[in-house]
Nanobody, 117 residues
């Protein structure tokens, strides 16, 4: 059993900041990567940012320069610092973990981020 517990979502004005956290627990082993995805109403889920076990990062073009992903490997936790938020960043944000040489993938329950104009 694996659990991903997300926190940090909420309502913020445009230009503001939020920090999301996702802690993985349970039968987690050999994490290959952790990341954040988001899904806005009527849209497909999309990758926001990801970080590998080696520390390499990948960002969606729409968030480059504004969002920063980081991790605490000892705690199996990943963070997403979101600055200069825009109304178009409004979505449910989901944490994702891939591991075991890409043999497993788990999702968090999602956390709502709402950016008002």
């Amino acid at each position: 059993q694996v659990q991903l517990v997300e926190s940090g979502g909420g309502l913020v004005q445009a230009g503001g900041s939020l920090r999301l956290s996702c802690a993985a627990s349970g039968n987690i082993f050999s994490i290959n990567a952790m990341g954040w995805y988001r899904q806005a109403p009527g849209k497909q889920r999309e990758l926001v940012a990801a970080i590998t076990s080696g520390g390499s990062t990948n960002y969606a073009d729409s968030v480059k320069g504004r969002f920063t992903i980081s991790r605490d490997s000892a705690k199996s936790t990943v963070y997403l610092q979101m600055n200069s938020l825009k109304p178009e960043d409004t979505a449910v944000y989901y944490c994702n973990v891939v591991g075991g040489s890409f043999t497993y993938m788990y999702w968090g329950q999602g956390t709502q981020v709402t950016v008002s104009s």
